[in-house]
């Protein structure tokens, strides 16, 4: 199975985790960690050393959320931590992650739907049009699309809303509509302190750009 974007060490990243101190003083300070991680996890490695690093970062989101549970900045993490380690994990073993990252999502929902501008919406969406429908799978293109788009209702000009989108369309053979999506995120201001992803998502627009070119 090809993803878009359990843990045997989850113990010890428990253990390292309530043994932080300041560093993990508070859920803001844990989703800064995710994200950071996950951009040099998804944008620096490769190989067996991606899907080890994933593992363990999966953990360490695991222990986040059970340390912040009503926070659904955390939970979205969590989410897109798993869904892109399905990704990188391919095969039937990468469904039992996605249906947890389905899960994480799915809460984070129920705690705050607007939480880090829908981004929950965008990476739940995405999961629905990558994994395989039913009997293998939970994918369902039409669930997606009504995900995506009210990703791109809570933020319409976000690189990761417009960019997810278009990926969807690009799969729905949707090229012209695609293509503005992928323009809108390519001009997408610069996120705070996400120079790393922004640059990498830049870079998975341009090649999209590139492939849909002529279409």
Same mark, same amino acid.
């Given at each position: ?15 390292l /985790? ?5 560093a &993990? =003083? ?5 989703? %800064? $960690?995710?994200?950071?991680? &996950?951009?040099?996890?998804? $944008? ?5 050393? %991606? ?5 363990? *970062?999966?953990g360490k !989101? ?8 009503n ?5 979205? &993490? #969590?989410?897109?931590v798993? #869904?892109? /380690?399905?990704? =990188? %994990? ?5 469904? #039992?992650?996605?249906?947890?990252a389905?899960?994480d999502?799915e809460?984070?929902l129920?705690l705050?739907?607007? =939480?880090?501008?829908?981004s929950? /919406?965008?990476?739940?969406? +995405?999961? @629905? $049009? ?5 009997p293998?799978?939970f ?5 997606a699309?009504?995900? *995506? %788009? ?10 990761d809303?417009? @960019?997810?989108y278009a990926? /969807? *369309?690009?799969?729905?053979?949707? $090229? ?8 809108? =995120?390519r001009?997408a ?6 120079? *790393? ?5 830049q !870079?998975?627009i341009? +090649?999209?750009?590139?492939e849909?070119?002529g279409k």
């Amino acid at each position: 199975m090809k993803l878009k974007h359990v843990h045997h060490g989850f113990a010890l990243a428990t253990a390292l /985790y309530f043994g932080c101190g300041a560093a &993990w =003083a508070d859920a803001a300070s844990d989703v %800064k $960690y995710l994200q950071q991680r &996950w951009a040099e996890i998804n $944008y620096r490695t490769t190989g067996d050393a %991606k899907l080890t690093a994933f593992e363990q *970062l999966a953990g360490k !989101a695991e222990a986040i959320t059970r340390a912040n549970p009503n926070s659904a900045e955390t939970w979205i &993490w #969590s989410g897109i931590v798993k #869904s892109t /380690y399905a990704g =990188a %994990k391919g095969g039937l073993g990468a469904l #039992s992650l996605a249906k947890a990252a389905k899960a994480d999502l799915e809460r984070a929902l129920q705690l705050d739907p607007s =939480a880090l501008q829908g981004s929950a /919406y965008t990476s739940l969406g +995405a999961l @629905y $049009y990558s994994v395989p429908g039913w009997p293998i799978g939970f994918g369902d293109d039409d669930k997606a699309e009504t995900l *995506l %788009k009210k990703a791109l209702s809570l933020n319409p000009d976000g690189i990761d809303s417009n @960019y997810f989108y278009a990926d /969807y *369309l690009i799969r729905e053979n949707r $090229y012209p509509e695609a293509r503005t999506h992928l323009e809108k =995120a390519r001009q997408a201001a610069p996120r705070p302190d996400r120079e *790393l992803a922004d640059s990498g998502r830049q !870079a998975e627009i341009t +090649a999209k750009l590139r492939e849909i070119e002529g279409k």
